[in-house]
T-cell receptor
Framework: DSGVTQTPKHLITATGQRVTLRCSPR?????VYWYQQSLDQGLQFLIQYYNGEERAKGNILERFSAQQFPDLHSELNLSSLELGDSALYFC??????????????FGEGSWLTVV | DQQVKQNSPSLSVQEGRISILNCDYTNSMFDYFLWYKKYPAEGPTFLIS?????DKNEDGRFTVFLNKSAKHLSLHIVPSQPGDSAVYFC????????????FGQGTRLTINP
């Protein structure tokens, strides 16, 4: 158990819909990262928040957005869903903003299926 | 642009033998490298890391080697055990960069009894 909690674990929704994925980081961790893993892709970095502020942005679509709340939990919002958005979405957390010499810990992922 | 590449999608090794997983990178600014292991239906778990100031880091059965001139790192597992069967991801980061780990595509390791 990494200490990172993600909900829901599984989600099936229709194209055009909107979903919200939730992540609670490990106790004391200020950084939250979101990653997407599709069937034919490795882990793709989407976005990082540190202590409530956006820190780094990766290959995140404009239809996707995220935020980190004062209690440090984070939500990833996916809208106007397309079939290609079906993937495993991972949240990870770490104690510092910098990754150098730091380790990030992953949650178990939220499996999104768009039909 | 795939900055971190794991060219072998899968690897099969006999129990007790050495498993060698390879990873190549293109960005010479990367200075910190990690290996993650992932079982089905679970999130990736940290395995071992290495800073660019070193060329080897060892932790029990796991050793990571870094060849900066070749932009290549490898993970050695010896002896391989059935529980090592999983997908292994290498990842890289650099201090002055955007602070985001860049992952390879993963290599599925299967340990045969």
């Amino acid at each position: 158990d990494s200490g990172v909690t993600q909900t829901p674990k599984h989600l099936i929704t229709a194209t055009g819909q909107r979903v919200t994925l939730r992540c609670s980081p490990r106790s004391g961790d200020l950084s939250v990262y979101w990653y997407q893993q599709s069937l034919d892709q490795g882990l793709q970095f989407l976005i990082q928040y540190y202590n409530g502020e956006e820190r780094a942005k990766g290959n995140i679509l404009e239809r996707f957005s995220a935020q980190q709340f004062p209690d440090l939990h984070s939500e990833l919002n996916l809208s106007s869903l397309e079939l290609g958005d079906s993937a495993l979405y991972f949240c990870a957390s770490s104690s510092r903003a910098s990754l150098s010499g730091n380790t990030i810990y992953f949650g178990e992922g939220s499996w999104l299926t768009v039909v | 642009d795939q900055q971190v590449k794991q060219n072998s999608p899968s690897l099969s090794v006999q129990e007790g033998r050495i498993s060698i997983l390879n990873c190549d990178y293109t960005n010479s600014m990367f200075d910190y490298f990690l290996w993650y292991k992932k079982y089905p239906a679970e999130g990736p778990t940290f395995l071992i890391s290495i800073s660019s100031i070193k060329d080897k880091n060892e932790d029990g059965r796991f050793t990571v080697f870094l060849n900066k001139s070749a932009k290549h790192l490898s993970l050695h597992i010896v002896p391989s055990q059935p529980g090592d069967s999983a997908v292994y991801f290498c990842a890289a980061n650099w201090v002055q960069g955007a602070q985001k780990l860049v992952f390879g595509q993963g290599t599925r390791l299967t340990i045969n009894p």
